[in-house]
C-alpha cells in the first residue's frame, strides 16, 4: 500500500509538471469579455490576483482553470457581489461554505473558493459533481444547475486549451 501511494503521488507530481499555463492570460482574455471590469485590467492587480489563485489551487489541489473560471462565472472576478441567498464574494460562498473564512480579504475569498470546491469534489468523486454540490449542495445537478456546471467545465478546458502547453 505504501508503495502504491507513492506512486500515485509520484505519477500526480509528474502529471502536473508537465503542462505550463498563462493564468495572466487566462484571466485577462476573460477580463477582455467585461469592460466593465476596469480594475482587473490593472496589471499590477491582475498578477497578483493570479498569484493569489494559483497558490490557492495548489494549496487545496484543484485545478487551477477551474478555479479561474468558476470565479470569473460567479463574480467576474468582483470581490464586493452579494447574490440573492447571502452568497458573498468572488465565489459567491454561502451557508457552511463560509465558516472560517475571511470574505473581506480577497486572498481569503479565493481560499475559501478553493477549499469548497476542492471538499465538494472530493465528497462527489468527480469534478462535475463537485461543481453541482459547489453551487447547488447535491453532487447531482438538476434543472438550471446542468447548464451552469456544464458552462464552467467548458470554460476551463477552452482556457486550458488556448493558455496552457504541454511540455
Same mark, same amino acid.
Given at each position: 500500500?505504501?508503495?502504491? *501511494? &507513492?506512486?500515485?503521488?509520484?505519477?500526480?507530481?509528474?502529471?502536473?509538471?508537465? !503542462?505550463?499555463?498563462?493564468?495572466?492570460?487566462?484571466?485577462?482574455?476573460?477580463? !477582455?469579455?467585461?469592460?466593465?471590469?476596469?480594475? &482587473? +485590467?490593472?496589471? &499590477?492587480?491582475?498578477?497578483?490576483?493570479?498569484? *493569489?489563485?494559483?497558490?490557492?489551487?495548489?494549496?487545496?489541489?484543484?485545478?487551477?482553470?477551474?478555479?479561474?473560471?468558476?470565479?470569473?462565472?460567479?463574480?467576474?472576478?468582483?470581490?464586493?457581489?452579494?447574490?440573492?441567498?447571502? !452568497?458573498?464574494?468572488?465565489?459567491?460562498?454561502?451557508?457552511?461554505?463560509?465558516?472560517?473564512?475571511?470574505?473581506?480579504?480577497?486572498?481569503?475569498?479565493?481560499?475559501?473558493?478553493?477549499?469548497?470546491?476542492?471538499?465538494? *469534489?472530493?465528497?462527489?468523486?468527480?469534478? +462535475?459533481?463537485?461543481?453541482?454540490?459547489?453551487?447547488?449542495?447535491?453532487?447531482?445537478? +438538476?434543472?438550471?444547475?446542468?447548464?451552469?456546471?456544464?458552462?464552467? *467545465?467548458?470554460?476551463?478546458?477552452?482556457? #486550458?486549451? #488556448?493558455?496552457?502547453?504541454?511540455?
Amino acid at each position: 500500500m505504501k508503495y502504491f *501511494i &507513492t506512486f500515485v503521488t509520484f505519477f500526480f507530481l509528474i502529471a502536473a509538471s508537465t !503542462e505550463n499555463c498563462d493564468y495572466n492570460w487566462a484571466v485577462l482574455s476573460l477580463v !477582455e469579455k467585461a469592460p466593465a471590469r476596469k480594475i &482587473t +485590467k490593472n496589471a &499590477t492587480y491582475r498578477h497578483s490576483l493570479v498569484s *493569489i489563485i494559483v497558490s490557492s489551487s495548489k494549496k487545496y489541489n484543484v485545478d487551477t482553470m477551474l478555479l479561474i473560471s468558476t470565479l470569473y462565472r460567479e463574480s467576474s472576478f468582483k470581490t464586493n457581489v452579494v447574490g440573492k441567498i447571502g !452568497e458573498r464574494g468572488m465565489g459567491q460562498v454561502h451557508g457552511i461554505a463560509r465558516r472560517g473564512c475571511n470574505l473581506k480579504s480577497i486572498s481569503g475569498q479565493v481560499d475559501c473558493s478553493s477549499r469548497w470546491l476542492s471538499r465538494m *469534489i472530493a465528497k462527489c468523486g468527480s469534478v +462535475k459533481g463537485g461543481m453541482s454540490a459547489y453551487l447547488s449542495g447535491r453532487c447531482k445537478a +438538476k434543472g438550471s444547475v446542468v447548464g451552469s456546471v456544464r458552462r464552467r *467545465i467548458s470554460l476551463s478546458n477552452n482556457l #486550458k486549451s #488556448k493558455f496552457c502547453v504541454q511540455k
